[in-house]
DNA sequence: GCCAACGTTGGC
DNA sequence: GCCAACGTTGGC
């Protein structure tokens, strides 16, 4: 099991109309180190969910139901989507200012990579991050 | 609104 | 292959 985090500004696709949705598909990831993440993610795999810019924290968790196929937002280029579902929402999101304080979380892509908008994490940042979002 | 970081593009 | 210019992302 692998755990990966993707961002999204909420203004564009928030976590709430996620839920609603009951998932979606991930299109639109114009980067190659993005797309070769979303390509090494499995079935069943952990997601946790970050609101960019608006609310910069994170939210909640999505499962990955469907591994990497062409994305077909894309006109031309090898570009490459998942299917989400939501799992479970955060009792209390986790700040981008409480993970930057928080020294287990000092190796976080997110702070490393701020660009990067698929990103890998570590069992133990994904434990750190469950536990600060009160996700049981 | 500004700006730093950084990926991409294109001229050479 | 280098690098300047440019566009985008995302925090502040």
Same mark, same amino acid.
């Given at each position: ?10 203004? +564009? ?5 996620? /839920?609603?949705?009951?998932?979606? @598909? ?7 180190? $993005? &797309?070769?993440?979303?390509? +090494? ?5 952990? /997601?946790?969910?970050?609101?960019? @810019? ?7 968790? $999505? &499962?990955?139901?469907?591994? +990497? ?21 955060? &009792? ?45």
């Amino acid at each position: 099991m692998n755990y990966w985090m993707v961002k999204q500004e909420p203004d +564009a696709y928030a976590w709430d109309q996620f /839920v609603r949705d009951k998932g979606t @598909v991930w299109t639109g990831v114009r980067n190659f180190q $993005a &797309r070769n993440n979303l390509r +090494a993610m499995k079935k069943g795999d952990e /997601v946790f969910y970050y609101h960019s @810019v608006t609310g910069k924290s994170v939210v909640g968790t $999505a &499962r990955v139901t469907r591994e +990497a196929y062409r994305d077909p937002s894309a006109e031309d280029g090898d570009w490459a989507c998942v299917d989400l579902v939501p799992r479970q929402a955060c &009792r209390t999101p986790v700040t981008l200012e409480q993970i930057k304080a928080e020294p287990s979380l000092r190796g976080i892509a997110l702070l490393r990579q701020s660009r990067l908008s698929v990103m890998p994490l570590s069992p133990a940042e994904a434990d750190t991050l469950r536990r600060l979002g009160g996700l049981g």
